[in-house]
C-alpha cells in the first residue's frame, strides 16, 4: 500500500504503542492529537478503517490513548452537565414550590380577608340583635308598665265564704265592717267573684277601686282578718298583673338560695336576703339572674373553703309575707 505524503517519515520512527521502529515497508500512522506515529496493527483499527485514514488526509486519526483521555474528558463534562441538569431540577422543583407558595399565600390572604369580613357581619348582626333585644325588653317593660298602671288599685281577696244574694261589692263592705273598716259603696267601680271552684264555699273575690287610698283601707284590714275567728283564712292582697305574678313567681326561686322574702309591694317585686336587710327591688328576670349568680358563687366559696353558717339550717324554711 503506497504511504501518503503525510505519513511519509525519513528517520525510523518509533511506534508508541509497541515501542519498536517503524521501517520504512512499515504501515503506519501519526496521531493528528499527539504526534505519535503507531504501526498500522497497534492503532486498534481494523484493515478497512486503516486504509481509510489514509485515503483521506483531510480526516483526522486519533489514537487509542488520546482518545481514551478525551473519553474521560467527555465524561468528566458529561458529569458536570448531569450535576448541572439535577441543579436545575431542583431550582425548577423550588421554583415550582415557590409558585405553590405563593398561591397557598394568597389564598391564606383570601380566607383571612372572608374571616374578617365575616366577623365585621357577625359584629353588625350582633348589634342588630343587641338593639333588637333592647326594643323587645322596652317594649316588655312598656306592657309591664300599662298593665300595672291598669290594676294598682285593684284588690284579690280569697277565702271568701259567699253570702247569699250579696254582690262581690256588698261581700266586700260586708267583711271590711265586720272588723270595724268602713268602706264606702261609691269607691268600689268594679269587683267580682273568679270562677275557680264552683263548689268550695270559700270565694276569691278580685276589687277595682276608684282611688289608691280606698285600695290603702282594704289592705289595711289584714291584721284585723287574724284576729277574728271566721276570717283567719280570708288573705287580702294586691292584685298584680299577670307580668308582675310572672315576675315575683320567678324571684321565689331566690328563697332557695337562702333569701328570707320575696314579695310584692305597690305593684314591684322585693327581696329581702335577711330580716334586717335592705329590700331589693327586682325590675325584672335580668335582676333575678344576678341575685342568683352572686349566691351560688358565695355558696361554691364557702363549700371549697368548709364553713358552714349558722343560717344552713333553717334556708329551706324561709316564708313570705304573701
Same mark, same amino acid.
Given at each position: 500500500?503506497?504511504?501518503?505524503?503525510?505519513?511519509?517519515?525519513?528517520?525510523?520512527?518509533?511506534?508508541?504503542?509497541?515501542?519498536?521502529?517503524?521501517?520504512?515497508?512499515?504501515?503506519?500512522?501519526?496521531?493528528?492529537?499527539?504526534?505519535?506515529?503507531?504501526?498500522?496493527?497497534?492503532?486498534?483499527?481494523?484493515?478497512?478503517?486503516?486504509?481509510?485514514?489514509?485515503?483521506?488526509?483531510?480526516?483526522?486519526?486519533?489514537?487509542?490513548?488520546?482518545?481514551?483521555?478525551?473519553?474521560?474528558?467527555?465524561?468528566?463534562?458529561?458529569?458536570?452537565?448531569?450535576?448541572?441538569?439535577?441543579?436545575?431540577?431542583?431550582?425548577?422543583?423550588?421554583?415550582?414550590?415557590?409558585?405553590?407558595?405563593?398561591?397557598?399565600?394568597?389564598?391564606?390572604?383570601?380566607?383571612?380577608?372572608?374571616?374578617?369580613?365575616?366577623?365585621?357581619?357577625?359584629?353588625?348582626?350582633?348589634?342588630?340583635?343587641?338593639?333588637?333585644?333592647?326594643?323587645?325588653?322596652?317594649?316588655?317593660?312598656?306592657?309591664?308598665?300599662?298593665?300595672?298602671?291598669?290594676?294598682?288599685?285593684?284588690?284579690?281577696?280569697?277565702?271568701?265564704?259567699?253570702?247569699?244574694?250579696?254582690?262581690?261589692?256588698?261581700?266586700?263592705?260586708?267583711?271590711?265592717?265586720?272588723?270595724?273598716?268602713?268602706?264606702?259603696?261609691?269607691?268600689?267601680?268594679?269587683?267580682?267573684?273568679?270562677?275557680?271552684?264552683? !263548689?268550695?264555699?270559700? $270565694?276569691?273575690? =278580685?276589687?277595682? %277601686?276608684? *282611688? &289608691?287610698?280606698?285600695?290603702?283601707? /282594704?289592705?289595711?284590714? #289584714?291584721?284585723?282578718?287574724?284576729?277574728? !275567728?271566721?276570717?283567719? $283564712?280570708?288573705? =287580702?292582697?294586691? %292584685?298584680? *298583673? &299577670?307580668?308582675?305574678?310572672?315576675? /315575683?313567681?320567678?324571684? #321565689?326561686?331566690?328563697?332557695?338560695?337562702?333569701?328570707?322574702?320575696?314579695?310584692?309591694?305597690?305593684?314591684?317585686?322585693?327581696?329581702?336576703?335577711?330580716?334586717?336587710?335592705?329590700?331589693?327591688?327586682?325590675?325584672?328576670?335580668?335582676?333575678?339572674?344576678?341575685?342568683?349568680?352572686?349566691?351560688?358563687?358565695?355558696?361554691?366559696?364557702?363549700?371549697?373553703?368548709?364553713?358552714?353558717?349558722?343560717?344552713?339550717?333553717?334556708?329551706?324554711?324561709?316564708?313570705?309575707?304573701?
Amino acid at each position: 500500500m503506497p504511504k501518503s505524503s503525510r505519513r511519509s517519515i525519513k528517520k525510523k520512527p518509533i511506534c508508541f504503542q509497541c515501542k519498536l521502529a517503524i521501517e520504512e515497508d512499515d504501515q503506519s500512522i501519526e496521531c493528528d492529537e499527539c504526534k505519535g506515529e503507531y504501526h498500522d496493527v497497534c492503532t486498534q483499527l481494523d484493515k478497512r478503517q486503516f486504509k481509510h485514514l489514509l485515503d483521506n488526509e483531510s480526516e483526522e486519526f486519533m489514537c487509542h490513548v488520546c482518545n481514551t483521555s478525551g473519553n474521560a474528558n467527555n465524561n468528566s463534562v458529561k458529569a458536570e452537565l448531569e450535576g448541572i441538569k439535577r441543579e436545575l431540577k431542583k431550582l425548577d422543583q423550588l421554583s415550582a414550590m415557590h409558585d405553590t407558595m405563593n398561591f397557598m399565600s394568597q389564598q391564606y390572604d383570601d380566607i383571612l380577608k372572608g374571616v374578617a369580613e365575616n366577623k365585621r357581619k357577625l359584629e353588625v348582626v350582633q348589634k342588630e340583635n343587641k338593639a333588637l333585644r333592647q326594643e323587645v325588653a322596652d317594649l316588655k317593660n312598656s306592657v309591664k308598665f300599662l298593665n300595672d298602671q291598669r290594676v294598682k288599685n285593684d284588690c284579690i281577696v280569697t277565702g271568701v265564704k259567699q253570702i247569699k244574694d250579696l254582690s262581690a261589692a256588698e261581700t266586700i263592705i260586708k267583711l271590711s265592717t265586720d272588723v270595724g273598716i268602713a268602706i264606702e259603696k261609691n269607691s268600689i267601680s268594679d269587683a267580682y267573684f273568679l270562677k275557680i271552684n264552683k !263548689e268550695s264555699e270559700e $270565694k276569691t273575690i =278580685v276589687v277595682k %277601686f276608684n *282611688s &289608691r287610698q280606698s285600695k290603702e283601707t /282594704l289592705m289595711s284590714i #289584714k291584721p284585723k282578718l287574724k284576729e277574728m !275567728e271566721g276570717t283567719k $283564712k280570708v288573705y =287580702v292582697n294586691e %292584685f298584680l *298583673s &299577670r307580668e308582675t305574678m310572672d315576675l /315575683l313567681n320567678y324571684a #321565689k326561686t331566690l328563697k332557695k338560695m337562702g333569701y328570707r322574702s320575696v314579695y310584692a309591694a305597690s305593684g314591684r317585686v322585693f327581696v329581702k336576703r335577711g330580716e334586717l336587710s335592705k329590700a331589693k327591688l327586682m325590675r325584672d328576670k335580668d335582676d333575678v339572674d344576678k341575685l342568683l349568680a352572686e349566691v351560688a358563687t358565695y355558696q361554691e366559696k364557702r363549700r371549697s373553703r368548709h364553713e358552714p353558717t349558722a343560717d344552713d339550717s333553717d334556708n329551706n324554711h324561709f316564708e313570705s309575707p304573701l
